[in-house]
C-alpha cells in the first residue's frame, strides 16, 4: 500500500512570508507526527494527533507554528512570519496508535529554505 | 525527561568490515521502547528494530544484530561484514512513559568499496 506522503517535497519563502505543509499519513494508522531535522541532527518531536486532536504539542517552538488534523486523517503544518531559522527538513511520521510499541512510517520530508 | 547520545558521527568503513554504533539512552520511566531507524542518502527514515526494556535478548537479523544492555543503559547495534548499501545514517530512538519518541544525533555511516 502507499507509505507516508508529503507536499510540496521543497518550499522557498521569503522571511515573513506564510506556508502550509501537508502529510498524508497511510491509511488506518490513527497517530501522526511531526518533526523538523536541521542538517546534522535528529528528528525533533513538534507535535503529534491522536485521531483528530493534537495529543501534544509541546514541540512546538512558539505560536508561529499551528496544525491541523480535522477529520483524523490528513495534516497541516502551518507556519506564520517565517524565519529564516525555520528553514530545515520537515518530517510526519504515522503509526498505528501512539503507543510506546508502535514503530514510524515516515514521508520524505518537506525542504523549507526561508530567505 | 529522556535522552538519547549517540556519541559517533561519522564512521568511515571498508566493505566486508563489521561495524558497531552506540547508543546510550537515559530515562526515569521502567517500561520504555528502543528503536533504530536507518536514513539513507533518499532521505526517507526507515524503522529496523523495536526493542522494550523488559526484553534484554539479542537479536540478530541478517548482518544485523542488536545488544540491548540496560546495566549500561546501551542499545548498540553492529553491521556485520557490511556493504556499500549500508550508507546512510542511524538513528536510536526511545519512547517512553510520554509517548513522545526522542531520537539521537544519528551515526552517519560510511561504507566504503
Known amino acids: 500500500g502507499a507509505g507516508v506522503s508529503q507536499t510540496p517535497s521543497n518550499k522557498v519563502t521569503e522571511k515573513g512570508k506564510y506556508v502550509e505543509l501537508r502529510c498524508d499519513p497511510i491509511?488506518?494508522?490513527?497517530?501522526l507526527y511531526w518533526y523538523r531535522q536541521s542538517l546534522g541532527q535528529g528528528p525533533e518531536f513538534l507535535i503529534y494527533?491522536?485521531?483528530?486532536?493534537?495529543?501534544?504539542d509541546s514541540g512546538l517552538p512558539n505560536d508561529r507554528f499551528f496544525a491541523v488534523r480535522p477529520e483524523g486523517s490528513v495534516s497541516t503544518l502551518k507556519i506564520q512570519r517565517t524565519e529564516r531559522g525555520d528553514s530545515a527538513v520537515y518530517l510526519c511520521?504515522?503509526?498505528?496508535?501512539?503507543?510506546?510499541?508502535?514503530?514510524?512510517?515516515f514521508g520524505p520530508g518537506t525542504r523549507l529554505t526561508v530567505l | 525527561a529522556q535522552k538519547v547520545t549517540q556519541a559517533q558521527t561519522e564512521i568511515s568503513v571498508v566493505e566486508k568490515e563489521d561495524v558497531t554504533l552506540d547508543c546510550v539512552y537515559e530515562t526515569r520511566d521502567t517500561t520504555y521502547y528502543l528503536f533504530w531507524y536507518k536514513q539513507p542518502p533518499s532521505g526517507e527514515l526507515v524503522f529496523l528494530i523495536r526493542r522494550n526494556s523488559f526484553d534484554e535478548q539479542n537479536e540478530i537479523s541478517g548482518r544485523y544484530s542488536w545488544n540491548f544492555q540496560k546495566s549500561t543503559s546501551s542499545f548498540n547495534f553492529t553491521i556485520t561484514a557490511s556493504q556499500v548499501v549500508d550508507s546512510a545514517v542511524y538513528f536510536c530512538a526511545l519512547k517512553g512513559g510520554s509517548y513522545i519518541p526522542t531520537f539521537g544525533r544519528g551515526t552517519s555511516l560510511i561504507v566504503h568499496p
Open positions: 494527533f491522536q485521531g483528530t486532536g493534537a495529543a501534544d
Open positions: 491509511s488506518g494508522h490513527t497517530a
Open positions: 511520521a504515522s503509526s498505528q496508535t501512539s503507543g510506546r510499541a508502535d514503530e514510524q512510517f
